[in-house]
């Protein structure tokens, strides 16, 4: 049975007011490697099906991995059960219509194969070779999935959305001396635009640049900030932002007195933090996909079209993360959250550009093993790897050692100094589960190095 199938029977089996199918088809192609020499690779395959019943305003969902069409029918019975035995949710409305049928419904899923990598892994052997000659050791993957989305209801919505992600993270490691590191990681919709042998030169230039080892004690730096450790801040500053947590007084968005801060002023520069499911090598899903309610999504609103969001608008906050029931209480306009995050502003230059008007600062790698320490102020604590530089007088002069930082991203917003160019990025700490962002680099005058770790 095919997902379409799968999806137009559990519908029809469905006794309950009304009913949410949502057909998950994945699979996965990875390389993993590991001093210079390839591992294992491999393909896999996933089914997913979530069934959400809704009785008098009750809900019942249940999932299921890998659904036979002879266990289709226990599937949907569960679902109507846990709905008629559910009390109303106080965010059921009606279901979204009138939304066009997604013209490819019908036709066939296209898994992912070992063949996204007929480009690639030739030159990823050409890099192994050099790195051999150049006395470093390569570790890391490549991995390419392809999910489609089927999404039916009984109010007619045929909705269905096919999602190719890819990223490849890699690291280098001084064959003499395998404490000194690099990290460099790029996120992909094929793999085509992969330049391996790019990449490995970046971390060979590291590499040298950590020869010369600097120790530093804590304390507040002027500091670059790589596009991927911008994402990784400011992805957590997005998935905060939610509308009923702000309402609640939970969060940094929240205003004194009462209501959220949406129309204050964040930023002095014009920065700009955006979604829009249609953004060139982006693209995310265009419509609402909700298997589950919670206070920044709602079952209800499955189907609803997404459209551009501006989240700050040239330093002001104009959107938070909104169901249609959390608009209603907000007063705001209806702004579901989108998977994928772009940031601009300012004047434009390149990381190089940025390090060489430096006269003297920090240059990151990555951040990781970011938590949250104050949700009202979006404190957030972690740790520095895989290279932190000293720039003096705009050039590189050694690495110094890691650190632990206390900033909030939200704080460093009004703090920034600098903004470059944006460009497609891997976030480090969240690619398990956010690979869609374009970030700038950006230059902070006085960011918190709170300890020294140890770390490497």
């Known amino acids: 049975m095919t997902p379409q199938e799968m999806v137009e029977k559990a519908l029809e089996l469905s006794g309950a007011d009304d009913c949410v199918v949502i057909a998950d088809e994945g699979s996965t192609a990875n390389l993993r490697f590991a001093g ?12 997913q099906l979530t069934v959400i019943s809704i009785v008098a305003g009750a809900v019942g969902v249940v999932s299921r991995s890998a659904v036979r069409a002879d266990q289709l029918a226990e599937v949907v019975a569960a679902a109507d059960a846990a709905a008629r035995a559910a009390q109303p949710a106080e965010d059921a409305r009606p279901l979204v219509r009138d939304v066009p049928a997604s013209p490819h419904w019908g036709e066939p899923v296209v898994p992912t194969d070992i063949g996204v990598f007929e480009r690639f892994a030739p030159a990823l052997g050409e890099t ?11 570790y890391g993957f490549a991995e390419h999935s392809r999910v489609t989305t089927f999404l039916g209801t009984s109010a007619g919505l045929r909705l269905r959305h096919d999602q190719p992600t890819g990223r490849f993270e890699l690291n280098a490691k001084a064959a003499a001396d395998s404490r000194r590191s690099a990290w460099t990681g790029v996120a992909t919709r094929d ?22 080892r600097i120790d530093l004690p804590a304390g507040r730096y002027e500091t670059l900030l790589p596009p991927s450790a911008v994402a990784d801040l ?8 939610g509308a009923r947590d702000a309402l609640d007084g939970r969060t940094v968005y929240a205003r004194r007195g009462g209501g959220t ?3 204050e002023k964040l930023a002095g520069l014009p920065i700009t933090m955006r979604s829009d499911p ?3 090598g982006v693209a995310c899903e265009p419509f609402v996909v909700a298997r589950s309610s919670g206070r920044d999504s709602s079952v209800f609103d499955n189907g609803l079209p997404l459209e551009p969001t501006d989240w700050v608008a040239e330093g002001t906050l104009s959107s938070l993360l909104q169901t249609r029931y959390s608009a209603e209480l907000s007063g705001l306009e209806v702004t579901p959250g989108i998977d994928n995050l772009l940031v601009e502003g300012g004047r434009g230059a390149s990381l190089g550009e940025m390090i060489a008007s430096t006269e003297r600062g920090l240059l990151l790698t990555c951040l990781w093993y970011i938590r949250v320490v104050d949700p009202q102020t979006l404190l957030v ?4 790897r895989d290279g932190v530089y000293l720039v003096e007088n705009g050039e590189v002069v050694g690495e110094v050692n890691n650190f632990r930082f206390n900033e909030s991203p939200i704080d460093l917003l009004g703090r920034v100094t600098e903004v470059g160019t944006a460009q497609q990025t891997l976030p480090r700490e969240w690619s398990d589960y956010f690979t869609r962002a374009v970030m700038p680099p950006m230059r902070v005058p006085d960011f918190n190095m709170s300890t020294v770790s140890q770390a490497s």
């Open 128 to 138: 192994f070779a050099a790195a051999e000659t150049g006395g470093r050791l390569l």
């Open 36 to 47: 210079n020499t390839l591992t294992t690779n491999g393909v896999a395959r996933s089914a």
């Open 234 to 241: 400011l992805i957590y500053a997005y998935w905060s932002a």
């Open 191 to 212: 793999f085509t635009d992969v330049d391996v042998i790019a990449l490995d030169a970046e971390l060979a230039t590291r590499l040298e640049w950590s020869k010369n």
């Open 381 to 384: 604590t972690g740790l520095t």
């Open 278 to 280: 249609s953004a060139a």
């Open 261 to 263: 801060r949406v129309g």
